[in-house]
Structure formats: structure tokens, C-alpha cells
Nanobody, 115 residues
Framework: QVQLVESGGGLVQPGGSLRLSCAAS????????MGWYRQAPGKQRELVAH???????NYVDSVKGRFTISRENAENTVYLQMSSLKPEDTAVYYC?????????WGQGTQVTVSS
């Protein structure tokens, strides 16, 4: 049974930081491309960042220079370090694991950026 469990969301003031974690089980983690997506109310889910099995990283333009994705294969965990947060970063953040035709999602964690 595959599980992706996110943690680390919460309420933060503009300019603040948060670190999201996603712990995976039931997959050969090192083979999967791991990603973070987000969905704001009334908007489509969008890719925020992903890191491949070879540790190549890609970011949506709106978070470049502010967010960093990393993976720790020994811990089956992927992280998203978010800094200089803006109100427009407010969304539910989802962890994603992808390998070929196989794709899995976490349940999501809420990030709210507000003063």
C-alpha cells in the first residue's frame, strides 16, 4: 500500500518561512520523481517543484529563488523549503510521486500566508 504523508503546513506571516515534508512508503522511493503541487481556492492544481531520481530540480517561475525542493532517499522523504512567503502562496500543497505510468498523491497540507 502506497502512502504519501505530508506535514509542516500552517499559518505564517508574509515574508516568513515554512518547511513541508512528505514521507513515502510502499514505493522504491529512489526511483520516483517527487514533486510538490498546490491548489488555491477556485484555481487549478499547479506544479510547484519537482526533483527527479537523478536530483534534477525544476520550479514554477513564481517560486524560483524562494523555494527549494530536496530529497533524502535514505529517509524516503522529500522536502519543500519555502521562504519569503507571499499571500499568493496560500494553497493546499500536495506531495506527488511519479514513475512511468504510476502516480500517487498525498492528502495535502494547508499553507496560509496572512498577517
Amino acid at each position: 500500500q502506497v502512502q504519501l504523508v505530508e506535514s509542516g503546513g500552517g499559518l505564517v506571516q508574509p515574508g516568513g518561512s515554512l518547511r513541508l515534508s512528505c514521507a513515502a512508503s510502499g514505493i522504491i522511493f529512489s526511483r520516483f520523481t517527487m514533486g510538490w503541487y498546490r491548489q488555491a481556492p477556485g484555481k487549478q492544481r499547479e506544479l510547484v517543484a519537482h526533483v527527479t531520481s537523478g536530483s534534477s530540480r525544476n520550479y514554477v517561475d513564481s517560486v524560483k529563488g524562494r523555494f527549494t525542493i530536496s530529497r533524502e532517499n535514505a529517509e524516503n522523504t522529500v522536502y519543500l523549503q519555502m521562504s519569503s512567503l507571499k499571500p499568493e502562496d496560500t494553497a493546499v500543497y500536495y506531495c506527488n510521486a511519479k514513475f512511468g505510468a504510476r502516480q500517487y498523491w498525498g492528502q495535502g497540507t494547508q499553507v496560509t500566508v496572512s498577517s
